[in-house]
């Protein structure tokens, strides 16, 4: 199965190309769309709750490995640059930029566009993502998106397959109670393999459970590897305790309070010892307070775009995580652009 993020501002053309590519399932902050056919399974994600708050962003691009940016005519503006810079800080690999409404505008236009998309990636993880003009209000140029899709969807597993041998991990998006079995939880295998009647963790709860059994694609299954959709059966929990991003492993850290190396965008106002700022990692997010900065072992209280730092966050809410995880750094109180930068659990 692929999974491909589609983000972009509002009127972009994000939710008719959704309803293109898949039939309408499930809402929330997020809209999930399905197609099936031949054997190619495709859910396509359009983060509809965004730009008004940035978790759907989030969330949409953590459940796929492809997002698909949509430009519509009127060129790139400011929603659509801090989507590039999200991508970009979560050093997102796939992609392809997809211009909307090619229908009502002119060849040369498109051309000029897709020049701009050139210069603006230039040196970021989207540089040389794919640009394809489509009809939102037809299925021109549908078929050709699929193609590409799919394309990428056999680079992506191959790169997963390569996950197979870590230590299992499962990160959950949907939990609910299912009569005569009990708590299932929906989620992705983001490394390793799970197999029925494993014994795990819930994180960061730290609760010991049991899977019950796995299904894929609506099938039952013994096991799954890194990049699997799966369905858990799950003893010794309840739907009540978990959350979407809570994390079945055996080995997490959980904790309120990070010291994080970071690296600032350059296309931020930084921000100071005692402002408030979010962290996102996966499906996880928290509200942190900046308690201490340093740069070249010396404390300071400032932090300028650009730079690199060693901070100290806290905060109150419970995160699982391990040591590879990329922390987003987020200023939901800026307007114009709130990703600020990325960083890792210093060692």
């Given at each position: 199965?692929?999974?491909?993020?589609?983000?972009?501002?509002?009127?972009?053309?994000?939710?008719?190309?959704?309803?293109?590519?898949?039939?309408?399932?499930?809402?929330?902050?997020?809209?999930?769309?399905?197609?099936?056919?031949?054997?190619?399974?495709?859910?396509?994600?359009?983060?509809?709750?965004?730009?008004?708050?940035v978790?759907?962003?989030?969330?949409?691009?953590?459940?796929?490995?492809?997002?698909?940016?949509?430009?519509?005519?009127?060129?790139?503006?400011?929603?659509?640059?801090?989507?590039?810079?999200?991508?970009?800080?979560?050093?997102?690999?796939?992609?392809?930029?997809?211009?909307?409404?090619?229908?009502?505008?002119?060849?040369?236009?498109?051309?000029?566009?897709?020049?701009?998309?050139?210069?603006?990636?230039?040196?970021?993880?989207?540089?040389?993502?794919?640009?394809?003009?489509?009809?939102?209000?037809?299925f021109?140029?549908?078929?050709?998106?699929?193609?590409?899709?799919?394309?990428?969807?056999?680079?992506?597993?191959?790169?997963?397959?390569?996950?197979?041998?870590?230590?299992?991990?499962?990160?959950?998006?949907?939990?609910?109670?299912?009569?005569?079995?009990?708590?299932?939880?929906?989620?992705?295998?983001?490394?390793?393999?799970?197999?029925?009647?494993?014994?795990?963790y819930?994180?960061?709860?730290?609760?010991?459970?049991?899977?019950?059994?796995?299904?894929?694609?609506?099938?039952?299954?013994?096991?799954?590897?890194?990049?699997?959709?799966?369905?858990?059966?799950?003893?010794?929990?309840?739907?009540?305790?978990?959350?979407?991003?809570?994390?079945?492993?055996?080995?997490?850290?959980?904790?309120?309070?990070?010291t994080?190396?970071?690296?600032?965008?350059?296309?931020?106002?930084?921000?100071?010892?005692?402002?408030?700022?979010?962290?996102?990692?996966?499906?996880?997010?928290t509200?942190?307070?900046?308690?201490?900065?340093?740069?070249?072992?010396?404390?300071?209280?400032?932090?300028?775009?650009?730079?690199?730092?060693?901070?100290?966050?806290?905060?109150?809410?419970?995160?699982?995580?391990?040591?590879?995880d990329?922390?987003?750094?987020?200023?939901?109180?800026?307007d114009?652009?709130?990703?600020?930068?990325?960083?890792?659990?210093n060692?």
């Amino acid at each position: 199965m692929t999974s491909v993020a589609i983000i972009g501002s509002e009127q972009s053309g994000r939710t008719s190309l959704a309803s293109h590519l898949g039939k309408k399932e499930d809402e929330s902050d997020i809209t999930k769309f399905e197609y099936s056919k031949g054997g190619r399974i495709l859910t396509a994600i359009d983060a509809n709750g965004y730009p008004e708050s940035v978790k759907p962003l989030i969330t949409a691009l953590s459940l796929s490995d492809i997002a698909l940016i949509c430009v519509p005519p009127e060129g790139l503006n400011a929603t659509i640059g801090e989507c590039i810079i999200a991508l970009d800080i979560m050093k997102y690999q796939h992609g392809i930029f997809v211009l909307t409404k090619s229908d009502t505008t002119y060849p040369y236009a498109i051309e000029e566009l897709k020049e701009q998309i050139k210069k603006v990636t230039a040196g970021t993880s989207l540089e040389n993502w794919d640009c394809i003009s489509t009809s939102t209000t037809s299925f021109e140029g549908m078929n050709e998106l699929r193609d590409m899709i799919f394309e990428l969807r056999d680079t992506v597993t191959k790169e997963k397959k390569s996950l197979d041998d870590k230590p299992p991990r499962v990160v959950i998006d949907q939990v609910f109670n299912v009569t005569g079995i009990g708590c299932v939880a929906l989620g992705s295998v983001s490394q390793g393999t799970i197999h029925s009647k494993d014994k795990m963790y819930l994180y960061p709860l730290e609760k010991p459970l049991e899977i019950r059994s796995i299904q894929m694609h609506d099938e039952d299954t013994k096991s799954a590897g890194a990049g699997s959709r799966v369905g858990l059966a799950l003893k010794h929990v309840q739907t009540k305790e978990i959350d979407r991003g809570f994390i079945i492993s055996n080995d997490e850290s959980v904790g309120t309070d990070f010291t994080l190396n970071c690296t600032l965008t350059q296309l931020t106002d930084g921000f100071a010892v005692g402002d408030v700022l979010h962290l996102f990692t996966g499906l996880q997010s928290t509200p942190v307070r900046v308690e201490n900065i340093t740069s070249n072992s010396n404390n300071i209280e400032h932090a300028k775009p650009g730079y690199e730092y060693l901070v100290e966050f806290s905060g109150t809410k419970e995160i699982a995580y391990n040591s590879s995880d990329r922390f987003i750094i987020a200023n939901l109180n800026n307007d114009k652009q709130r990703f600020i930068g990325y960083g890792f659990v210093n060692a």
